[in-house]
């Protein structure tokens, strides 16, 4: 009986470990709520913002001096940088903002519109970016994702199996009762 119970146990936990990291996973791709999980991979921001780490950015009504913010990178849309707002510039009525990384030594070289930022960095979770990050690579899927599904599906099978078996023994006794 206590095999049972902790088996149970970790199979809960499986289920868990999938649901975080499927949602991640997706997280880390799509925004939910206006809130973006990406993950910091160059040391221009450290010592504030680790190397690896997971950065929680929500999108904000307005950025001030000293946030640090996501952006789109100019030239390549896919790519995001995390940098500090250092300047405001205010052009025909809209705010442009150059930034810098907290290591360099001088402001970034593109001023960055409103609509190029992605949020504003709310919460770090130093090295755990680098799990994320490994959740979006085949080994990660497979390891993290579909191996756990596997075993949680075996599970349920097994457990199918054996209300099969109950309901057919429970079955032939009532059978030889109204015999």
Known sequence: ??????????????????????????????????????????????????????????????????????????????????????????????????????TNNSPDSVKITSDQILGKVRFTIPYFGYVVAFTRTWPGVVILIIIPATIIIYDEINNIKKEWAKRKAQKGKDDIEES
């Open 1 to 102: 009986m206590k095999t049972k119970n902790y088996w149970n146990i970790i199979t809960y936990i499986i289920y868990a470990i999938v649901i975080i990291f499927a949602i991640l996973a997706i997280s880390a791709k799509f925004s939910l709520f206006g809130i973006r999980l990406l993950v910091v991979k160059s040391g221009s921001m450290e010592p504030a913002i680790k190397t690896g780490s997971l950065v929680i950015d929500k999108k904000m009504p307005e950025y001030r001096l000293g946030d640090i913010i996501t952006f789109n990178d100019h030239e390549n849309q896919k790519e995001t940088t995390t940098h500090r707002i250092v300047d405001i510039d205010t052009q025909g009525g809209s705010n442009l903002f150059i930034t810098q990384g907290d």
